[in-house]
């Protein structure tokens, strides 16, 4: 979508590496969201930011930290990555107001 | 918790007919409630926001109620045509963080 974007777009990557996911956003919108969706759970909520370097845990936030240092940017790392965080990550952004959330593309993990 | 169930979970009709989307969720203290379209691989779509003081919203062949208090939305689609087809997602924002919790969606098939 217009004005977010996520890094990298697809990944292969092996059990017990670290990973890290990039969200970045044109909007200055001050909340951005992790979500995660796999089949049959649905989309799930993993980390949150309601600024710069405020950030809170999710549904599944075990095994995923997240960081924000300026407005645009929300990156996520999976420490150790593990082949049960394979799934498809979406970025999300909101003003908190009345605008309702923008998603990005997503980006599709696969942990070999 | 937040919970949000969408019936059907699968809907195939011939075009032209008129479909009805039923979401509940369980928690009535929303700020918004926005319903997306998802493609097969692509990311999400916002089709509508209802604001929770709101009772419906609109636009072209698509239109969303909300009944806050016993905590559903309905999404209507008129005259469906076979580029409707796809994955339809209901999402209320709900806590200090206004995230959005989803549904398993509805898989909408329209036959040419």
């Known amino acids: 979508d217009a004005g977010i974007t996520q890094s990298p777009r697809h990944k292969v990557t092996e059990t017990g590496t670290p990973v890290t996911l990039r969200c970045h956003q044109t909007?200055?919108?001050?909340?951005m969201y992790w979500y995660r969706q796999d089949p049959g759970h649905g989309l799930r909520l993993i980390h949150y930011?309601?600024?710069?370097?405020?950030?809170d845990k999710g549904e599944v936030s075990d095994g995923y930290s997240v960081s924000r240092s300026k407005t645009e940017d929300f990156l996520l790392t999976l420490e150790s990555a593990t082949s049960s965080q394979t799934s498809v990550y979406f970025c999300?952004?909101?003003?908190?107001?009345?605008?309702?959330?923008?998603f990005g593309s997503g980006t599709r993990l696969t942990v070999v | 918790k937040q919970e949000v169930t969408q019936i059907p979970a699968a809907l195939s009709v011939p075009e032209g007919e008129n479909l009805v989307l039923n979401c509940s969720f369980t928690?009535?203290?929303?700020?918004?409630l926005q319903w997306f379209r998802q493609d097969p691989g692509k990311g999400l779509t916002s089709l509508l926001l209802?604001?929770?003081?709101?009772r419906e919203q609109t636009s072209g062949r698509l239109n969303a109620s909300l009944d806050k208090s016993s905590g559903r939305s309905t999404l209507y689609i008129a005259a469906s045509q076979p580029g409707d087809s796809a994955t339809y997602l209901c999402?209320?924002?709900?806590?200090?963080?206004?995230?959005?919790?989803f549904g398993s969606g509805t898989q909408l098939t329209v036959l040419p």
């Open positions: 999300a952004i909101s003003d908190g107001t009345q605008v309702g959330y923008t």
């Open positions: 909007e200055n919108h001050r909340y």
């Open positions: 930011s309601y600024g710069v370097k405020d950030t």
């Open positions: 928690d009535s203290a929303i700020y918004n």
């Open positions: 209802i604001q929770s003081s709101q």
């Open positions: 999402a209320p924002e709900t806590g200090s963080a206004r995230q959005l919790t």
